[in-house]
């Protein structure tokens, strides 16, 4: 053989070396960890295991795990088959019958009914249960009559004519439903748990749940972990066996151990270590866009805020949203003068003065600051509370310094534990301006217009216009889906002429996930489940 045709030969087999030896590199990346344990970031500590009395995205988080309502969602955020395998909706679109799929378990094997369904979802309603959620389940027929507590749980619209047959009857036709019942609101309980153990039926030692996981152990201010239910109908396909869901408010120490490799995924990053994570880790870091909104809510209940608008609308346009998300966070938020994020179909309603220079904004800030009847003689003296967050105190601070610069107003921050802080906004005797944010629960605008009626549970602004709740009952009952929209749109438009808030961004989600995690996938909801990922050999 010529010295050519050797050549040729060595690098043709080092050629076919290097292929094969890509083919076991893949086929080796492609292998799974031996032991099959994820860990999870999870932002600030859970309110509870109770799925109809959890309230934080955390806490969802967890419940996504440990329940499954009658539907599901995919990996990319489509509503699938949940506990009921399938479902027939009437000719009117108001009587939906869902039939539970047999092999249906709960953890402790008690087989899964539509009576638990129908259990779960009156128990959700029914004003002792103190679920601020309640109001989720609007569109089930007499719901709304029930939490107010002028009808019996027993009257809300569902009924289960055998045990794997479901029948629930709305008030009105509603094309989002089905999204709507991947919500805990909707989740089923463990009837025969809570009759034994009342208000302990939801702790880890006695927690019984029909999703892909189980409850494990509650560390306070550390974790919650789960194991895999080995009698959820769907087992089959589920690969880890236990997800620890960290505590994780301070965002700096989260990256730390994300760098250590004690977290396989973060709940967020540090903002001030974006440009390092895009140099060094680009392709652990997942922006997607997400179904919510940043704001500050105003106590209207209490001085200085209520009645007087001229003062809420002053502090509204001394904000520079811009320098927020470009020189604050500067991971991909939009600036929002609305608050509903865009949907399809759906047209933000922003205000006339979105579009003025930001002069004629600090000068119409200024004239309404006065006419509201303060001056440098006389500030404003008020207090923003914000839960314990790194970006909610840079936030709060610049907000803060925008307000003393411009308007002269005097503004303390103060920082709380999240439970705390709760609680703070709920009771609404304290709080004069809170950090705020709602994530949409569903993909449709109605989520984020019902939070502003003036029952539910969660207007922590205690926000009370009779002109907007009509514009929702209107909504709600509005067949057509074009004049259902325009409803919608009014009452947004009524709601921002009040200013019970101040609506700041809209969110992107912004992780870090390493690349052994398998199955990971961004959606607008931001609905992760563990049951569709796997670890591979690292």
């Known amino acids: 053989m010529g010295v050519e045709a050797r050549k040729r030969g060595e690098r043709w087999r080092a050629v076919l070396c290097a292929a094969l030896f890509g083919l076991a590199g893949a086929a080796q990346a492609q292998t799974l960890a031996r ?38 969602e995919a990996p990319d955020g ?21 039939h539970l799929r047999e092999n249906a378990r709960w953890s402790n094997g008690d087989p899964l009914t539509a ?4 259990y779960g979802l009156r128990r959700s309603v029914d004003p002792a249960t103190g679920s601020n959620y309640a109001s989720i389940l ?36 509603t094309g989002y439903f089905p999204g709507l019942l991947t919500h805990a609101a909707a989740y089923p309980v463990h009837r025969g748990s809570i009759e034994r153990f009342g208000r302990y039926a939801f702790r880890p030692e006695h927690l019984v749940s029909n999703g892909a996981y189980k409850a494990v152990e509650w ?13 959820y109908w769907d087992d089959a396909h589920t690969t880890i066996e236990r997800v620890y869901h960290h505590c994780t408010e301070d965002l700096s120490s989260e990256f730390k151990r994300y760098r250590a490799g004690e977290l396989d995924w973060t709940e967020e990053i540090p903002v001030t270590q974006a440009p390092w994570i895009r140099a060094h880790i680009p392709q652990e870091f997942r922006v997607s866009p997400y179904l919510g909104v940043y704001y500050y809510g105003l106590n209207l209940t209490q001085p200085p805020f209520k009645d007087n608008p001229k003062l809420r609308r002053a502090l509204t346009l001394a904000i520079d949203r811009d320098v927020i998300v470009r020189k604050v966070l500067g991971t991909g ?22 579009a003025w220079p930001r002069e004629r904004r600090l000068a119409e800030a200024r004239r309404l600051y006065a006419e509201a009847g303060y001056s440098p003689a006389h500030p404003l003296a008020i207090e923003i509370r914000y839960n314990t967050h790194e970006d909610h105190k840079k936030i709060a601070t610049v907000i803060a310094a925008m307000w003393k610069q411009w308007l002269g107003v005097q503004t303390t921050l103060v920082n709380q534990e999240f439970k705390v802080f709760l609680r703070d906004r709920t009771q609404k005797q304290v709080t004069q301006v809170f950090r705020a944010s709602w994530i949409g629960d569903y993909d449709d605008p109605y989520t984020f217009a019902e939070l502003l009626a003036s029952n539910n549970g969660r207007n922590d602004m205690g926000y ?14 509005e067949p057509d889906s074009a004049k259902r929209i325009a409803l919608m ?39 992760q489940y563990t049951k569709t990922m796997k670890i591979l050999a690292h």
């Open 35 to 72: 032991e099959q344990v994820l860990h999870k970031g999870n932002g600030p500590e859970p309110e509870t295991l109770d799925p109809h009395r959890g309230e934080g995205v955390s806490t969802s988080n967890i419940l996504r795990d440990l329940f499954e309502g009658l539907t599901s």
């Open 78 to 98: 489509r509503v699938v088959p949940g506990a009921a395998e399938r479902w027939e909706v009437s000719a009117d679109g108001r009587d939906y019958t869902f």
């Open 115 to 118: 009576g638990d369904f129908v």
């Open 138 to 173: 609007a569109p089930v027929e007499n719901a709304e009559a029930v939490i107010a507590g002028t009808l019996p749980p027993e009257r809300l619209g569902v009924d289960a004519p055998d045990a794997r047959t479901l029948h629930i009857r709305l008030r009105a036709p």
């Open 219 to 231: 560390v306070v201010q550390s974790h919650v972990l789960l194991a895999r239910n080995r009698f």
């Open 333 to 354: 938020e939009l600036p929002a003068t609305s608050f509903v994020p865009a949907l399809p179909g759906y047209t933000p309603q922003t205000p006339d003065w979105a």
């Open 464 to 477: 009370a216009s009779d002109a907007y709740d009509a514009l929702l009952a209107q909504a709600a009952a």
């Open 489 to 527: 749109e009014a009452a947004e438009r009524r709601m921002l002429d009040d200013q019970p808030l101040i609506p700041i961004y809209f969110y992107v989600t912004k992780r870090l996930v390493k690349p052994w995690v398998v199955g990971w996938q961004g959606n607008i909801m931001d609905h």
